[in-house]
């Protein structure tokens, strides 16, 4: 074996072989009388273990030393890197994928886990040379040392994501190669979220030679029909319990260039559709009982007792509503684009706090503007709004194309909401004499108080400068001058006050 490793050439192998064998020979015990079944008939052990030579476990005559069948032998050992085809095109693998189960998806890393076997086939007539009966089954290392390998691979594998469950090597009479290998494969996988959780998803699974370019090992599917236990198929049970359901799928050859790497690949894909009934349990019934529990606001009486209940509830189902959202864009966190629930739980988050602003808004119509009667009706009306706005909004998030537009609906119908609050508060102010909401009239007003200081102000040195004297706080005059000032000065306020608001 020590001079085997150093040999380089075939020949040299060879030769070596012959001189181990014949050694063997001549120090092999010899009984005449021994029978053929005998340990002792004249034959020698040859085990030259050498994994780039022979490895050959078979008792040997000097007689079939020389034969040409052990010649075949030697050669096919010596020649594993060398193609069956070299030289006349390349050599066809056909293959076959059995998607035997699926253990998930994770969109935050790109991947997916499947139970997959591989089957692949090819001619070598040399590998018949070991052949003693009609097959010979081999594992992969045994199998690797004595025959030409292509070298199949997964190729979509994630990295360290290939677990080898088992792997058998038949090699038949006729030449022909057959391996079978089931790997536990953890795979990189293109995900689209869009429609998530509504969504179907396609799988695939890459295979090709790690060692061959295409134009030494070339990739050919099994035929569907005639292929018989090896025809690539999905096992029935494979998602069951998956929460996904099998559409179809599909297995071709390819060849793929990228630069200088020019690659004959196969490919199986699969078309998986997810069941929404997870979405309806963890997320969509949580989400729209938080909704209801929010409307239930503007079913409690519009009482003082109750104004507590009231904001108590809004910012209750508020602050749930979020920690479901949350529960279900964690599993999306940091994955391109936008998923279709995404859509429905901002549209129920605005709506939502809806009800908390609005239910302040009106509390401060009725306790600080007294508008308790106006505060009553609008109170009434969201119980009709409310629902409406819901109904449109969730219609429109359910419009795959105009989806994303359904919080917005949400924003216009609010804003149109709050321009006509303001408008009626503005006016039940004025019918009750009081003033305006309106920044317009609060800016003339807070215009008209500051000129009346400042008019003031310029008065006081007017009287210094004639002598007069100025009011004092010790005694009793000056503080009723100071009174008729300032009752003046709020006479002229109200005045350009009025003035202000009939303009």
Known sequence: PFLLRLSTTRNERFLLCLIAAAAA??????????????????????????????????????????????AARAASSADIDVRPSDGKGPDVVHFSMVFRDFFGMNFKDGSYTADILIVCSWEDKRAASIVKGEHLTLSQESASKQIWMPAMAVTSRDIQGIEVISTSVSIKKSGNVHKVQRVIAHQKNKFSIDEYPFDSQTLVVLIASSKYMADEVKLEPFPAKGAGSDASRVMDDAFKG???????????????????????????????????????????????????????????????????????????????????????????????????????????????????????????????LKLTELATRIHSEMKVFFPIASILGSVVCSIYPIRWTGVYVAYVLIGIWAMCLFGRVNRALLLGGQDSLSPVSHAKE???????????????????????????????????????????????????????EGK
């Open 242 to 368: 998956r929460g996904f359901e099998l559409q179809g799928f599909k297995v071709e050859a390819f060849e793929e260039t990228s630069g200088p790497l020019v690659k004959s690949r196969g490919k199986m894909e699969l078309i998986v559709k997810r069941s929404p009934a997870k979405f309806r349990a963890g997320s969509l019934t949580p989400a729209v009982a938080m909704t209801l529990s929010s409307y239930m606001v503007f079913w409690l009486p519009f009482l003082a007792p109750f104004a507590m209940p009231r904001l108590a509830l809004s910012i209750i189902s508020f602050l749930a509503l979020q920690a479901v959202s949350s529960a279900f864009t964690n599993a999306l966190a940091g994955v391109p684009g936008t998923s279709w629930g995404e859509y429905y739980f901002q549209f129920w988050t605005v709506l939502s706090l809806w009800t908390v602003v609005g239910n302040v808004i009106m509390e401060y119509i009725s306790g600080v």
């Open 446 to 500: 807070t215009l008209g108080i500051g000129t009346a200081f400042a008019a003031g102000a310029e008065e006081e040195p007017a009287a210094h400068s004639s002598g007069q004297e100025l009011p004092s706080s010790g005694d009793g005059p000056p503080k009723a001058a100071e009174a008729t000032s300032a009752g003046e000065l709020k006479v002229e306020t109200s005045e350009a006050a009025k003035t202000t």
């Open 25 to 70: 020979q001549c120090c092999c015990a010899v009984r005449p009388d021994a029978g053929e079944d005998s340990p002792h008939d004249g034959r020698a052990l040859l085990n030259v273990s050498d994994a780039a030579a022979l490895s050959l476990k078979q008792p040997l005559s000097l007689a079939e030393l020389f034969s040409s069948e052990f």
